[in-house]
DNA sequence: TATGAATGAGGCTTCATTCAT
DNA sequence: AATGAATGAAGCCTCATTCAT
């Protein structure tokens, strides 16, 4: 039916508008400062409304890991994707990249997603939304991956197991995503986290890229 | 006075009492779920004692992170004093074995302390409590950067910025952490934390360390 | 919108029916013996409702003491704005009824009105709630003085400053009940606030109006 | 027994050690605000030691409340008692200056007076307590009323009931003080409790004083 | 007698959630 | 579907009082 049809975008379109909303004042004050009535002001609805579209305020929340957890796999897929098109030595720098724009999309929310780990959280998920995180974590993982197989695979790549990479590109993300985090509390100044993220995906890539072959000169070193 | 020293002694044994109660509920259930009951009953005490030793929650909260920061200044410190005894391909293993020990004196915590630093959270603490959370985070950073200048200046290493290898160095270290905590939340599997580290850290050493001269070839390869 | 404005009135009765119910239970116990849930349930509320409607316990006290401010106030204007039409004598017996009326009005929240004076309990007020007090406090001074102001000039009354005169005549009314009604809590009695109000009176009057000329002999002057 | 006598001074002594720094905490902070534990430290002494002289916190306040009527009990026997020594115009300074002083006492307890009223608190006291305020109290009416009886009998003053006149009097001096403190919370100035009295009590006395008899001009005036 | 650490009841307040409109 | 007033459970914290030393 169209007319079922229209509905159901309409009923996801709401959805979205909330979960814009819920997003923004969950990045400002964090999971537990933000109250459902300051998001349905933000999403210029009422409290009662939030509750037609989510279950509760932790299924609302996760949701929103999803949604970055679904923006990475895009991400992740089109990189994989256009493999082919990449020269070697940019898969690492798309990866960063993507990397970063997922950050980018929504800073705190990344931070705070990997305090989804609360089992206390995890109990009041519906089974469905549960799935689909995991399903998604492990998918990124899978995506993150590949990139190091194809790597190791054509000899870019010093041989070392691809999940193990993949574990430390993405942990060299977060973590320096914290690191500027906790630096700019204690400082008070501003973080540079595009910069420090570049040297240390330089490092990384430094570290596990194959040497030039001895008769082609490292270059002076 | 005997009697004085005793009755200190007493009392931080009390304090002792309800942090290690404290760190088991704050780990088994987060920060916001724990409430001061259950600490409290944790500690066989009742409600109003804790708030004779801390001052309020988020007090006894940050107390703990101090706790660990003290630990990771003490590790950091004994390595920077016994440096001239290290080899030079020692230094940052001690150093990551610091990091991996550090994890070990209380994982939970030290993942909960990246959260600190919400400022509604910030604003609650006593500012002495405030001044040595700090202070301990800024000796961390300058204790982990001497690790890296000494490696630049002996030649050891490329030449970056020490800072920023400190932070990428303890970067890689947290970001392994929730990395590693998020893998075992969705594959709901024990975690891999030593090995993973060990291969980020050995990966950062050689994307860092100066290769040797020309005239010994760095292996055919 | 006539919606709208069925609203807020309907938001404003719910006020009332707060203050109705605040009114008894500090009445009975005192402001500090009576609780929020006491109130709450004397309103036939939960206690969450009280805050919907009030921003803390000692603003909905205030909030009590401000409505006797207005009463007194708008009693004291009709007086100004009639004074006209009453003859001199009768000015300070209208002054005196309507402090009476407003002890009618309100008698506990009338003698609680005077422990307002904490600045512990000023500090936790909204600011609006605040001025308004300082304003209506400061316009009935305003109002008393002015009766005795026109009394002076017009040779009725001994020329005396209007405040100190406006200040006595409330001070004399202040006293007389809480005299009354320490002496209810000695003797167990009725208290015969009235009568003494108006001996009171009497007496305040004799004292500062001006004796009758000398032609009519009521002694020398 | 010398020795047991000694032991009940002690006591005593002990007692008043309490009863001052009460005063001083109640008068800082007011009944509520104060705690058992600022008093005690005001007294240099534990908490638990204030249980052993003061059955709780309300007796402890109410002996404070004993203690200014005590103190005014002597003041106005002492009026009394030489009352053939002061002419007649002094009678009613005297009882005006022992009002003063009663207030130099403790201007706040003589206000938080009022409150003992709550019936709670007075549920708390000691049936021995409770009478002694009771007692003191009518004394202190008796005694005052006894100037006016004085007065009225020698012709001074207009004939009024004497408990009345008393009331008056001493309603006047509460209402000063209150009316003093709510104008000083109002503009935040400085209060003239002592001139605002003397006017105060002018007037009073103007209103009772028998006018002179006709020939004997009142004094040109 | 004095201590002061410990208690634990109870107050104020917040806020996720519901439900009558 | 949307509202938003109302709910009431539950949390943090205070402080009068007790009791073992």
Same mark, same amino acid.
């Given at each position: 039916?169209?007319?079922?049809?229209?509905?159901?975008?309409?009923?996801?379109?709401?959805?979205?508008?909330?979960?814009?909303?819920?997003?923004?004042?969950?990045?400002?004050k964090?999971?537990?400062?933000?109250?459902?009535e300051?998001?349905?002001k933000?999403a210029?609805?009422? +409290?009662?409304? @939030?509750?037609?579209?989510?279950?509760?305020?932790?299924?609302?929340?996760?949701?929103?890991?999803?949604?970055? @957890? /679904?923006?990475?796999?895009i991400?992740?897929? &089109?990189i994989? %994707?256009?493999?082919?098109?990449?020269?070697?030595?940019?898969?690492?720098?798309?990866?960063?990249?993507?990397?970063?724009?997922?950050? $980018?999309?929504?800073?705190?929310?990344?931070?705070?997603?990997? &305090?989804? /780990?609360?089992?206390?959280?995890?109990?009041?998920?519906? +089974?469905? @939304?549960?799935?689909?995180?995991?399903?998604l %974590?492990?998918?990124?993982?899978?995506?993150?991956a590949?990139?190091?197989?194809?790597?190791?695979?054509?000899?870019?790549?010093?041989?070392?197991?691809?999940?193990?990479?993949?574990?430390?590109? !993405?942990?060299?993300?977060?973590?320096?995503?914290? !690191?500027? $985090? %906790?630096?700019?509390?204690?400082? $008070?100044?501003?973080?540079?986290?595009?910069?420090?993220?570049?040297?240390?995906?330089?490092?990384?890539?430094?570290?596990?890229?194959r040497?030039? +072959?001895?008769?082609?000169?490292?270059?002076g $070193?």
């Open positions: 039916m169209g007319i079922q049809e229209r509905k159901k975008r309409e009923r996801e379109r709401r959805r979205q508008q909330i979960m814009v909303a819920a997003k923004r004042v969950f990045s400002e964090g999971l537990n400062k933000a109250t459902m300051d998001i349905a933000e210029e609805l009422s +409290p009662g409304t @939030l509750y037609l579209y989510f279950k509760n305020k932790d299924e609302l929340f996760s949701s929103l890991s999803l949604r970055i @957890l /679904q923006y990475l796999n991400r992740l897929e &089109h994989i %994707s256009s493999e082919r098109e990449l020269k070697e030595g940019e898969r690492i720098t798309a990866l960063k990249e993507a990397m970063y724009d997922v950050y $980018e999309f929504d800073p705190v929310m990344l931070i705070n997603m990997f &305090h989804l /780990q609360s089992s206390e959280t995890l109990k009041n998920l519906s +089974p469905q @939304l549960l799935k689909n995180i995991r399903d %974590s492990q998918s990124s993982i899978r995506a993150t590949k990139l190091f197989t194809d790597g190791i695979e054509n000899g870019t790549f010093v041989d070392e197991h691809p999940i193990a990479l993949a574990g430390i590109a !993405w942990a060299l993300f977060s973590g320096v995503v914290l !690191w500027e $985090e %906790s630096k700019r509390i204690i400082d $008070e100044e501003k973080n540079y986290l595009k910069e420090t993220l570049d040297v240390a995906f330089e490092i990384f890539e430094r570290g596990i890229r040497r030039p +072959p001895p008769d082609e000169p490292s270059g $070193e």
